[in-house]
Every structure is written in C-alpha cells, then in structure tokens.
C-alpha cells in the first residue's frame, strides 16, 4: 500500500514538505489539514494588503492546478487530538484520520494579554487573512486606532492603517522602536518617517485596560493615568508557537516542540517544522525558534524528505529577512543585535532569534554608514565586524550591497585583510565600496 502522509497546516512549511514529499514518493497519499478556510497563502503579503497595494487573490501562489499536479489532497478542519501509538489524528468533527508519516506544520498564534477589555470588540491581531480583512473592513468607519508591540508585524498594522487614513497612536514600552534588533540610529530613521506620515509614538507607554461601551472599544487608559480614545486596538507583541496538540500527545516541547537535526520529535515518525519546531543552531548552540518565511520552507523540504525516508539534515543558515519597515526596504543578515525587547513577550513575526545575538563574538564592533543616495531618501549601513568575518549586517534604502553581504556572512569569508580599515574611523565614507571591491575579489577568487 502507498504510504500515507498527514500534514497538519498548510502554510510555506507545510507546501514545501508536501512538494518534497511527492518528489521523493511519487505513490504516496498526502493530505493537507488546515483549520484556515483559505488554504495556503502568503503570511508576509498580508502587509501589502493591508496598505491596499494588493489585491487579496494576489496572495495565493498556487491555484487548483498546482494541487492537482502534486496529487495532494486537502481537507479544512482543526485537528484537536494525537494518538501516536495508533497512528492517528481526531478532528473537531469526531473523525479519525490514520497516518504513517506525520508532520505538525502548526505555526504560531499572537499573544493576547490577560488586559482587562481584551476581548471587546475592534480588539484585532495579525494572523491570518481573515484578520487582515477584519482589520480592513473595521478600519472603513474606525477614525482612530492604537497599536501596540514592536517588530515587523506592529509595523505592518501601522502602515496599514495609516494607508487607509486612521489615525494612529503607536505605543511603545521602551524608549524605541525594536531595540533587540535595531540600533539606535536606526529605531530613530524608522521612528521620524512614521511620524512624518503623521503616527503619533508614545514612548514608554503601556496599555492599563482597554475602554468599551456596548461591547466595543471606545479607547485606552495607560498605566500613566493616559486616557486615548479609539475605535480599534492592535496588538503585535509577539507570537507563541502552537504547542497544544505535541504536549497532550507527550512529546518533547520547550519553547517550540524540540526537534533533532532531521525535524523529528522523539516519536520517530512524527517531525515538525516551521515557527513552531525549536531547531538547534549549530552556531550558538542554542535551540532558537524563526518565524521567517524563507526558514519555514527550507524545514519543510528536510522534514518531507526525511519523511519520505531519505535522509536529509536541517542546517540552520544565516537569518536572512527583507522586509519593509515605515515604507523603506530594509534586510536584515545574521547577528546584528543584543537583548530581549521589552515591547515583545514572545518573539516576533517575521524575526529569528540569532538576531538578538553575536555568537562567538565578544569583541564585535559595528560601523555605520548614513547618507543619502540618488533615489533613496535614506541609506544606511551598518556592519557586525567580528575577528575573522562579518557578523551580521543591516542594510536599509538602497539595496546594492544585500547579496554581497549575504554571501560573505552565510560563507564566512576571512576578511582580515580589510578588517583594519572597515573599523578605521574615516571608513564610513566607503564602506560600500570597500565591501563591493573586497565581494568582487572574493567571487572572482572562489569561482571554479
């Protein structure tokens, strides 16, 4: 008999098993189980939706065809239940699903804090499309909003918003915006250009209760005795993995459910992968959790081929993310940062957690380079310099520099012969150049 594949979720690490999973295993029988109405989706597009930039259909990548071409098959519903030992999953519904091979792609939910008013009405979060949507249609008669949390996702619900004239207060518990991943100079380009769109930011401020009347939010009260009133609350301060199903099942969960190098749980035919599979990272040694798209995937593709029975090894490379924060490009590469970010309880959308941290480092040194270039209204550099390599990088504005930097990160190239001069004082005026020259030498050396 074929194989039966059972994939719970149907997000990029999901698909990416599921296509790795027919490649390895043209007979098997795979079914997708999606508690989510509309299927898969892209999560980061939901940003670009929400600003009206794109239309909602143009956040599916694949239609029907690309399902029936994969022979996969897919049903809607929430899985509430686990039997390892009988190979099984229960749905809502009371029905039993029977698998040889399991995967929990489950993904990550925002928190909510226990705040008094947090279940009214036009209190929103970011998880899904019919978020977004909500979001959306509420924001047609909501003349003002307040938003809370840092990280990308805050960023995305103040745009948004601010994109279809609410009026927007942005709270903050620290003195800046994401302070773990972004440096100061930074925070303060992101914070001036919200505020140049007319975001009202308030620093060091937290959320008391949430104020409502008839069942709907009508404002805030702050901790400092504040009084805003408002007809919607955002609230991104951070997410937490979906842990229910492993721990009632007994399997191994930490931060995420634990996983081995393979994305196995210690039920061998049971793997996870995605934001909520917690992977060792070889180079810090530490088991850090990514809400990154582009590390969903590439979990995805190992935990289906191991699936499928052949053996492959989940490397976690370096944190790579291009996002938007406040209208300009900005990619972020590596470690570049150090802390917990008090605006976050858990960690944020679209953030990795190697980040935060300079393994191996603790003489790294950062230099900056900010100017403006033709076309950019801002430009700014800045570079993690450790003994040997680079470290991280973040790059905002003109994005010349993205791939080499990338490449000399992921491949920690020596780069000793420059190291003297990136941390030179006058080496801000050509920092760029000096990486693009010091790139150029290297690919010309290294290829075949």
Known sequence: MPRR?????????????????????????????????HGYYSRPGLAYYLTGELPDRALFPWDEKDFARLRLRRRQGRVVRLHPQAHLVELDDGSRL?????????????????????????????????????????SRRARAA????????????VEGLRARRVRVHYLLRGDR?????????????????????????????????ILGKRGRVVGVLTKDGQQIKCNLVAVAIGVRPRLELAKNAGLETDRGIVVNERLQTGVADIFAAGDAAQVRDPRSGKALLDTLWSVAV???????????GQTAVYRKGVPFNVTRLAGLTTTIIGAVGRGVDRDLLGIARGDSEAWRQLPGAPDAAGVELLAAQEGFDV???????GRQTLIGAVVMGDQTLSRPLHHLIAHEVDI??????????????????????????????AAP
């Open 98 to 138: 029977p698998y040889d091979r399991l995967l929990l792609a489950v993904g990550s939910l925002a928190f909510r804090p226990p705040l008094p008013g947090i279940e009214l009405e036009g209190v929103v979060t970011l998880d899904s499309l019919d978020d977004a949507r909500q979001i959306v249609k509420r």
């Open 5 to 37: 594949y059972l994939i719970v979720g149907q997000g990029a690490a999901g698909i990416a098993a599921a296509e790795e999973i027919r490649t390895q295993d043209p007979a098997g029988d795979i079914l997708l189980v999606s508690q989510d109405p």
């Open 177 to 209: 915006y994401w302070r773990s991943v972004l440096d100061e100079t930074e925070s303060r380009i992101v914070e001036k250009r919200l505020e140049k769109e007319g975001v009202r930011i308030h620093r060091r401020t937290e959320i008391a209760e």
């Open 146 to 157: 307040v938003v809370v949390g840092g990280g990308i996702t805050a960023l995305e619900l």
């Open 379 to 385: 430009n700014h550099l800045r570079v993690l310099v």
């Open 298 to 308: 590439a979990q995805g593709r190992v935990a289906g081929r191991n699936m499928a």
């Open 416 to 445: 000793s012969s420059i190291r003297d001069q990136l941390l030179h004082p006058a080496a801000a005026s050509s920092l760029g150049d000096l990486i693009l020259r010091f790139w150029l030498d290297w690919r010309r050396d």
